[in-house]
């Protein structure tokens, strides 16, 4: 409930806000953005398997946002950023999904 | 970021050193509910532990949750405003690229365009010129032909020559040659007692009474004629002209310059029934 209710307020702030992102950060947002919907797939499916930790939720969220912004940056400064970005959007997409997919046949046994 | 190709363990909150069951146990005693009961579960146990889980309670793991639940619900509407008005200076090199490749290609087709456009324009008008100039050649012979066929009125510089002739002396003959040195002199267009004198016009004699075309004219015969006016009286009043040779039939003849001299008698042609146009 509370992540439900956290990422609708947020959403709404952005919205209504409209916050400038500052250029230094633009590059790396997406990408942290994907990591972090990462992380959070992957508590909801902790918590299904029964071993999900507040603690390690927090640190994998931070952890994976910082990681992946360091990738892209890593990524530009040695001149292969768009394709490191792609791959790491591959990367993580796929744990979304197969986090999902554990998600859905915990849910609905399918 | 933490990735291996191994299926179930690879999620992030799995790397957790330990299970939550064996967790802090200080932390568990103070809230004994924010412990996750252990075990995989299925079906509507899973969704009421997912209920159960997301209720709020008052912890400083639940708040940090929601921290960054708002910030990542904030983020994404960021990056999709931005991704949204994103402009050119935020665009990648590639990106860029491809935008220079679409704007030129574009523009080469749009120049292209425009040279066809232009083409077509330039043919129109010059078109439309030759074609309004012909327009303007074309009804000036209409005019000049119609003056000469006498289906067109006239008006211009000319003479009117007025025979008086009460004892009736003047006959066609001397009218014929009045026109024909009316024409010799360069009349361009004639009209004698009212009727418009053309290429087939004839003079006849009718006990007394003078015909043009066949058809009568009063006496005094007033004849107008337009052209340059000092050729045309000159050519009346020279020795041997008509004047002197209407006088000596003993009738009088007046020739008055004048520079504007109206024709508005008009001769209707006869359709061609033979002659036909060389094409």
Same mark, same amino acid.
């Given at each position: ?44 499916? *902790? ?6 930790? #507040?603690?390690?939720? %927090?640190?994998?969220? @931070? $952890?994976?946002? +910082? =990681? *992946? ?6 990524? #530009?400064?040695?001149? %292969?950023?768009?394709? @490191? $970005?792609?791959? +790491? =959007? ?21 | ?279």
């Amino acid at each position: 409930m509370i992540p439900v209710l956290g990422l609708v307020v947020g959403l709404a702030l952005g919205l209504l806000l409209d916050p400038s992102v500052p250029v230094w950060l633009q590059p790396y947002l997406p990408i942290a953005v994907i990591a972090a919907l990462d992380a959070v797939f992957g508590a909801v499916r *902790a918590v299904l398997d029964g071993i999900f930790n #507040d603690k390690v939720f %927090v640190v994998s969220f @931070l $952890s994976n946002v +910082v =990681v *992946a912004a360091f990738i892209v940056f890593l990524g #530009d400064q040695l001149g %292969v950023g768009a394709q @490191l $970005s792609t791959g +790491v =959007v591959v990367v993580l997409g796929i744990r979304i999904f197969s986090n999902v997919a554990s998600i859905r046949r915990h849910l609905f046994k399918a | 970021m933490t990735f291996s190709p191994q299926g179930p363990t690879n999620d992030p909150t799995n790397d957790a050193p330990e299970p939550a069951i064996r967790r802090n146990a200080a932390k568990a005693a103070q809230a004994p509910r924010q412990r996750v009961s252990s075990g995989s579960v299925d079906g509507v146990a899973a969704w009421r532990r997912l209920l159960r889980v997301g209720r709020p309670r008052a912890t400083r793991a639940n708040a940090l949750a929601a921290v960054l639940a708002i910030a990542l619900g904030g983020a994404i509407a960021a990056q999709v405003q931005l991704t949204n008005e994103r402009d050119l200076d935020q665009l990648s090199q590639s990106d860029l690229i491809r935008v220079l490749d679409d704007v030129s290609l574009r523009a080469t087709r749009l120049d292209q365009q425009v040279r066809e456009l232009e083409a077509t324009r330039d043919r129109l008008k010059s078109g439309v010129g030759t074609s309004s100039e012909a327009i303007a050649q074309a009804q000036k012979r209409v005019d000049t032909l119609g003056i000469l066929a006498g289906t067109l009125g006239a008006q211009g510089p000319g003479i009117v020559l007025t025979i008086r002739d009460p004892s009736r002396a003047v006959t066609g003959p001397i009218i014929l040659d009045v026109m024909q040195e009316l024409r010799d002199a360069g009349a361009e267009a004639i009209d004698i007692g009212g009727v418009r004198a053309v290429a087939s016009t004839f003079i006849g004699d009718d006990n007394g009474t003078l015909t043009v075309d066949g058809v009568g004219i009063a006496r005094p015969v007033v004849i107008k004629a337009i052209g340059d006016r000092k050729t045309l009286a000159s050519a009346m009043s020279i020795p041997g002209g008509i004047v002197e040779t209407v006088r000596q039939k003993g009738a009088s003849a007046s020739v008055a310059e004048q520079s504007t001299v109206k024709i508005t008698s008009l001769h209707t042609p006869a359709p061609m029934t033979h002659a036909k146009p060389v094409p």
